[in-house]
T-cell receptor, first 115, second 115 residues
Framework: EPEVTQTPSHQVTQMGQEVILRCVPI?????FYWYRQILGQKVEFLVS????????KSEIFDDQFSVERPDGSNFTLKIRSTKLEDSAMYFC?????????????FGEGSWLTVV | AQSVAQPEDQVNVAEGNPLTVKCTYS??????LFWYVQYPNRGLQFLLK??????LVKGSYGFEAEFNKSQTSFHLKKPSALVSDSALYFC?????????????FGGGTRVLVKP
């Protein structure tokens, strides 16, 4: 069964460093997302991406965050200057099409620990 | 705005007994509703969704959920719980009339099935 894959599974970084989290969405999907889950808290929407541009973003997704689809398969989340409060599990996800009834499929997540 | 409430942080049930995980939602328009499960140190796995049609939706691993518009609820149920059902369960909603495809998640309910 096709799945969303994410790398790395766990990354430890120093405060102020740049981090890039990588994702390979399901191959025929058109919408891509990043969500995050701070330990013990709910899953929060960060950003959605469609047709090579951001289609929606939350207030969490400020100027230190950026997303990119550098080629036909990868989808990346960059955090420019990490802060302690960025420590969380980051989930990449994808969905097949534009209809909002489409299921969003999540990857296994990337644990980011900022020290 | 769209929101989800899962009123129980944890549900304990004996193996073989019925399992219910509660979810209520709030949307401006009509909802699409989803249930996801998260096993320890894993990503979010899709269980089932309500889009339209029958109010009783059947999903993976013997789970089902009933959409109740008058009570704005979408409770997850399983007739006979297994120890392997122990996990964190998330309800999520998407407002059909809202722009974008983002899901809004509830806080999650931890299910513990005891042998």
């Amino acid at each position: 069964e096709p799945e969303v894959t994410q790398t790395p599974s766990h990354q430890v970084t120093q405060m102020g460093q740049e981090v890039i989290l990588r994702c390979v969405p399901i191959s025929n999907h058109l919408y891509f997302y990043w969500y995050r889950q701070i330990l013990g808290q709910k899953v929060e929407f960060l950003v959605s991406f469609y047709n090579n541009e951001i289609s929606e973003k939350s207030e969490i997704f400020d100027d230190q965050f950026s997303v990119e689809r550098p080629d036909g398969s990868n989808f990346t989340l960059k955090i420019r200057s990490t802060k302690l409060e960025d420590s969380a599990m980051y989930f990449c996800a994808s969905s097949p099409g534009q209809g909002s009834g489409n299921t969003i499929y999540f990857g296994e997540g990337s644990w980011l620990t900022v020290v | 705005a769209q929101s989800v409430a899962q009123p129980e942080d944890q549900v304990n049930v004996a193996e073989g007994n019925p399992l219910t995980v509660k979810c209520t939602y709030s949307v401006s328009g009509n909802p699409y509703l989803f249930w996801y499960v998260q096993y320890p140190n894993r990503g979010l796995q899709f269980l089932l969704k309500y889009i339209t049609g029958d109010n009783l939706v059947k999903g993976s691993y013997g789970f089902e959920a009933e959409f109740n518009k008058s009570q704005t609820s979408f409770h997850l149920k399983k007739p006979s719980a297994l120890v392997s059902d122990s996990a964190l369960y998330f309800c999520a909603v998407r407002d059909i009339e809202a722009a974008g495809n983002k899901l809004t998640f509830g806080g999650g309910t931890r299910v513990l099935v005891k042998p």
